[in-house]
């Protein structure tokens, strides 16, 4: 008897069934709504938070069209009720203004943040909800009822869930519509119904109207339609009409999932309004691309419209950012993706039990019965893993989370096969579901900060890996309420989004992500004090490798104390003279731009003399020197910025700094 056939025999009261799982949807509920209550602003919140509020009110999909409009307008709803100020059509370079107008709009509004942050996340967490739900309906269609239920317990206390459950980004949304789209195409291979192909194509056009990853659905849904076919081998003369109908079925699914798109974009080509324009425009955004095939694919989707500008304008931004992006893993910087991330990533952001009933899977569910189920639930993770692997964009485990409903309910399939085919072994499971929950609850409420006790725990996350897998900026709140308990009032802070937003009294140290384009005030080469610095920049992910890394030397030592697992805390005198050169450098770039040559030499030099040996504060420097037309004073920081560059982390150096490619390649 197959495992499913023995799951759906066992007996269970329908109401204590439905109490049960309705108790586990109350528990994520308290969950997501106690952390977040504690958690800043993550740094793409904000972002999308303004997004959905100018998509209502001006039908602006240029606002943030990195990402479609789905999961932004449902977050932005609950602020159309509220007597916020009112707002314009942003203008300038596209991403950038969006960026500019996000702190304004959430920080100096007649409401305050927070309730702008609360209303937001919990109308996004509605993603999450609806994906728990689908995963127990699902997984007791497929499955079985107890195997849905352990797998809905499972998904209540993940933490990677419960991490990004009731955030405003587009991950959580992904996720929901992605495992729908699946679990629809398989009810509709079950029974061709005309009901189950359209309930399909709205899966899929969700999916795809959520985030641009969603196009990888096409892919999943084309082999899980081959392996259908693949099952019905000896019956040839069948096959034949099977193959065409479900290529009718894939077509018809396609076609749905772009008229769904473009009802998210009101039926509208251009992304913004009458008098505003995309910048750079999609034609020129696109003949940046490396690839030749991809730009000729976008200028032609764009040319018949075929699909929304802005839906282009934002994949062509994926693109562009799949060619390369700075990585931190296992304590090092690589200037690019790597393609071993998102694995070793995976293993170290989930928890031991659950990894160990997917190990214990493949011997838990070798029995006949359940191929099509298993298939359904294993190639869409392994396609999606796949492509991410190939991605080159390693920002955080969250651009996989697609991957967890289909695993988490193989997991509990196989959690259940195992204790209830070996009676010796119910003991040993209970025991490791147990300790699903058990590692969940003690992270709380840092979820976003979670690794698993093999790779450290959650404190030590932070020398493994960063970005949204440990510090999003989320650790604001906690700190100030920890300075405030500590009566601190020396101190000085490195984060990417400013502090003082969150009360705290500290003063701002550069951030690698902003330092070049916001530099502001000079910085105390000396400091003595409390030194705050956010896991992002001890660990040197926007800043570059080893001694091109400013906050090195905290990396390096044991802090003090942690706050939020993400947050490190010194207490001491410090030498921040790297840290000060490389905002004096990036105010003179500041200066050169404004046509103020003698307040950027004056800041150049000061530069130079506070990290003479810094490629970028020389390169700097030759810079401006040049722009005064003093090229023969200018020579010997010329050549010493490239000496260094070309013994410190050449390839990182030409490759992700900018005033040492520039004077790079003009020679």
């Known amino acids: 008897m197959s495992c ?33 209550r504690l958690q800043s602003q993550t ?22 069209p990195e990402h479609p409009p789905l999961v932004k307008l449902v977050a932005a709803l609950p602020l159309l009720s509220l007597n916020l100020n009112p707002t314009a059509v942003l203008s300038g370079p596209t991403k950038a203004a969006n960026v500019n107008a996000m702190f304004p709009f959430l920080y100096q509004n007649r409401v305050d943040a927070d309730t702008i942050l609360f209303r937001t996340r919990m109308a996004a967490s509605l993603f999450t909800f609806l994906l728990a739900v689908l995963l127990l309906v699902g997984g007791y269609e497929m499955l079985g009822p107890m195997p849905a239920l352990l797998g809905l317990g499972l998904l209540v206390f993940d933490p990677n869930i419960l991490a990004n459950g009731a955030l405003v980004t587009t991950d959580v949304g992904e996720t929901c519509f992605l495992f729908a789209s699946v679990y629809a195409f398989y009810r509709y291979v079950k029974k061709q119904s005309a009901t189950n192909l359209v309930w399909c194509g709205v899966a899929v056009s969700l999916a795809l109207a959520a985030k641009h990853s969603g196009l990888v659905i096409l892919l999943i849904l084309g082999l899980l339609a081959a392996s259908e076919l693949m099952g019905r081998i000896n019956a040839p003369v069948r096959i034949g009409k099977q193959a065409v109908r479900l290529a009718t079925a894939l077509a018809a699914i396609v076609l749905m999932g772009c008229a ?5 974009y009101t039926f509208r080509y251009s992304a913004r309004p009458e008098g505003a ?13 490396r690839k030749g095939l991809q730009t000729n694919v976008v200028l032609t989707l764009a040319r018949f419209h075929v699909l929304p500008e802005s839906y282009l304008w934002g994949l062509t931004d994926i693109l562009v950012a799949t060619e390369g992006r700075v990585t931190f893993l296992l304590g090092r910087v690589y200037e690019t993706g ?55 964009l390693n920002l955080g485990v969250r651009h996989i989370l697609p991957i967890f409903p289909f695993l988490i309910l193989i997991a509990a399939a196989s959690a259940w096969s195992l204790a209830t085919r070996f009676p010796i072994l119910k003991l040993p499971v209970a025991l490791l579901v147990f300790g699903h929950v058990a590692t969940s609850l003690h992270v709380y409420p840092d979820y976003l900060t979670y690794s698993n006790e093999i790779a450290g725990g959650p404190s030590k996350s932070y020398r493994l890996m960063t970005d949204s897998n440990i510090d999003w900026s989320q650790g604001l709140t906690q700190a100030a309420v920890y300075i405030s308990q500590h009566k601190i009032s020396e101190c000085w802070f490195a984060n990417r989004i400013d502090p003082a937003l969150y009360g705290i009294p500290c003063k701002p140290l550069p951030n690698g992500l902003t330092f070049r384009r916001a530099a502001g005030a000079p910085v105390s080469p000396m400091v003595d004090g409390a030194v705050f610095i956010s896991a992002n920049e001890a660990a040197g992910q926007a800043w570059g490798p080893g001694e091109l890394n400013p906050y090195q030397q905290f990396f390096e030592k044991k802090p003090d104390d942690m706050i939020a697992n993400s947050i490190l805390v010194f207490h001491g005198a410090f030498d921040l003279s790297k840290a000060a050169a490389l905002n004096r450098s990036a105010r003179a770039q500041q200066f050169l731009l404004q046509k103020k040559l003698d307040d950027a030499l004056s800041e150049a030099q000061t530069a130079a003399q506070l990290a003479p040996e810094s490629a970028e504060v020389q390169a700097t420097l030759c810079q401006v020197m040049i722009q005064m037309n003093q090229k023969e004073q200018a020579e010997p920081a010329c050549q010493l910025a490239l000496s260094i560059a070309r013994r410190v982390y050449p390839e990182y150096q030409f490759l992700r700094v900018p005033a040492v490619r520039a004077i790079g390649t003009s020679r």
């Not at 056939?5 to 007996?11: E, H």
């Not at 972002?47 to 240029?62: E, V």
């Not at 838990?364 to 991605?391: D, H, K, N, Q, Y």
């Open 338 to 392: 790597q393609w071993f991330y998102f694995p070793l990533v995976f293993l170290m952001k989930s928890t031991l039990p659950f990894l160990a009933f997917l190990v214990a899977a493949p011997f838990a569910l070798r029995r006949r019965g359940l191929r099509r189920e298993l298939l359904f639930l294993a190639i869409p993770p392994l396609v999606f893993f796949a492509t991410s692997m190939s991605s080159g």
């Open 43 to 64: 740094i793409d919140e904000g972002q999308h938070i303004l997004a959905g509020h100018q998509y209502w009110k001006h039908r602006d999909f240029g606002s943030n």
């Open 4 to 36: 499913a056939g023995k799951a759906n025999q066992t007996r269970h009261s329908p109401r204590a069934y439905a109490v049960a799982a309705l108790v586990l949807i109350l528990v994520l509920a308290t969950e997501l709504v106690l952390s977040i």
């Open 260 to 264: 769904g798109l473009w009802v998210f």
């Open 277 to 289: 324009a995309l910048n750079p425009p999609l034609d020129l955004f696109a003949r940046t691309l």
